[in-house]
């Protein structure tokens, strides 16, 4: 096997392929290399649906310990969502009046 000699003086006959230049060989290594990488992404959603499919977890495990809840913070979201679902009521009900500008 003969290895390319690059010649790096600029000179044009320094650019030609020559005999080096087979498309055909180059579209199959093309294709091999895409094939292989084909069956790798294959092989691996097989793995994980089957790891899936199997109950176990994909990535980092759940943690087991669980964060302690305020009431106090809880009482402030539901206040929150009360307060808007009022606001909310007056905007449908009429309370608020306001010009139409298109009108």
Known sequence: M???HFNL???PESLR???RLRPVRDWFALLGV???LL???VGWSAYTYVAVKQGEIIGNAPATEHLPVSRASLQ???DLFAARAQEAAKYTSGAYTFVDPAK
């Open 76 to 78: 402030s979201v539901e």
């Open 2 to 4: 003969n290895l390319p």
């Open 9 to 11: 003086s600029g000179s």
């Open 17 to 19: 392929y020559g005999e």
């Open 34 to 36: 895409l094939g292989v």
């Open 39 to 41: 069956l790798l992404g």
